[in-house]
Antibody
């Protein structure tokens, strides 16, 4: 059974940093392309970032709204994907979901950016 | 970026009715489109991918169609468990983008 468990969310001040972790199991992680997707308090979904597998040179892609501030990475030995979020803004407040393909989503972790 | 315009934003329908939700892309997305259902407090669930392929385990009353820039999700014979929000997402080109969502309620 595919499992995705996000951790690392919380309350953070604007301008600060936070790192999210998605621990996975139940599939061959090293072959997987992994996404982060977020959902704002207004319930709008936004695709945030993707990292491909080793055979695709771990290529990464980002939404324009986070490019240059967020970094997606992975550790195949730990079957985990990460989202390093720097220079956080209030508009980054959202539930952050880890996703495998389109069908497998974690339960999400809440990030609140507020002073 | 490819913009996804979803309509309507909200919809009220009766049990047994047929419902259609539409997504329009700002350019051709060559059937690179998925539809999701999300219930309150839950993660989104995949319904349709590649514009018209039904995901495993999804009831056959759900169907997707379209091409080019125009796509639709149809729910036949609406059931009470279909009350939810629905989102489209294009994955033809990066950055991937979602529609604004449709909230479906019972009349």
């Amino acid at each position: 059974e595919v499992q995705l468990v996000e951790t690392g969310g919380g309350l953070v001040q604007p301008g600060k940093s936070l790192k999210l972790t998605c621990a996975t199991s139940g599939f061959t992680f090293s072959n997987a392309w992994m996404d982060w997707v977020r959902q704002s308090p207004e319930k709008q979904l936004e695709w945030v970032a993707q990292i491909k597998d080793k055979s695709n040179n771990y290529a990464t892609y980002y939404a324009e709204s986070v490019k240059g501030r967020f970094t997606i990475s992975r550790d195949d030995s730990k079957s985990s994907v990460y989202l390093q979020m720097n220079s956080l803004k209030e508009e980054d407040t959202a539930i952050y979901y880890c996703r495998l393909w389109f069908a497998y989503w974690g339960q999400g972790t809440l990030v609140t950016v507020s002073s | 970026d490819i913009q996804m315009t979803q309509s309507p934003a909200s919809l009220s329908a009766s049990l047994g009715e047929t419902v259609t939700i539409e997504c329009r892309a700002s350019e051709d997305i060559y059937n690179g489109l998925a539809w999701y259902q999300q219930k309150p407090g839950k993660s989104p669930q995949l319904l349709i991918y590649n514009a018209n392929s039904l995901h495993t385990g999804v009831p056959s009353r759900f169907s997707g169609s379209g091409s080019g820039t125009q796509y639709s999700l149809k729910i036949n014979s609406l059931q009470s468990e279909d009350v939810a929000s629905y989102f489209c997402q294009q994955y033809y080109d990066y950055p991937w983008t979602f529609g604004g969502g449709t909230k479906l309620e019972l009349k």
